[in-house]
């Protein structure tokens, strides 16, 4: 059993925030979210399974945070690294090919923003624990 080092609980936690905060937005009130961002099309069927799928993230990190042993929550983590460079390459097509107002396209800058940190976040710390262990 290797305990995750308390730096890697940080990420996690971190991770669980953002995820949350995102769901939140996406799957309580969709449509408040869209109007505020001025997004440039709405299906609430698909805003809800991301804010869904964001949920279950944020649940897992709390649980690996919860388990702290490396071992049992190491693919856990791969997947949520596997999620947020599928959420950056996504990111960047809706840059090339979507046509939206300064209002989204800040929104997209900002998410983009934030997804590229988790991302370098999570692979350092990632391959940092996998060398500790």
Not at 1 to 17: F, G, P, Q, W, Y
Not at 49 to 60: A, E, P, Q, R, Y
Not at 74 to 103: C, N, P, Q, R, Y
């Amino acid at each position: 059993m290797a305990e995750m080092s308390k730096e890697m609980k940080i990420v996690l936690l971190v991770n669980a925030v953002v995820a949350f905060i995102y769901a939140f937005l996406e799957l309580i009130i969709p449509e408040i979210y869209y109007q505020l961002i001025d997004a440039p099309a709405f299906d609430i069927h698909f805003w809800r399974n991301v804010g869904g799928t964001l949920l279950v993230l944020g649940i897992f990190a709390i649980i690996a945070i919860i388990r702290a042993d490396w071992e049992k929550v190491k693919i856990a983590f791969e997947i949520a690294i596997v999620f947020l460079i599928m959420l950056f390459i996504l990111d960047i097509v809706a840059f090339i090919t979507i046509t939206g107002s300064a209002t989204w396209i800040i929104s997209q800058v900002i998410a983009t923003i934030i997804t590229a940190i988790l991302l370098v976040l999570d692979i350092y710390f990632y391959f940092r624990e996998q060398k500790r262990t």
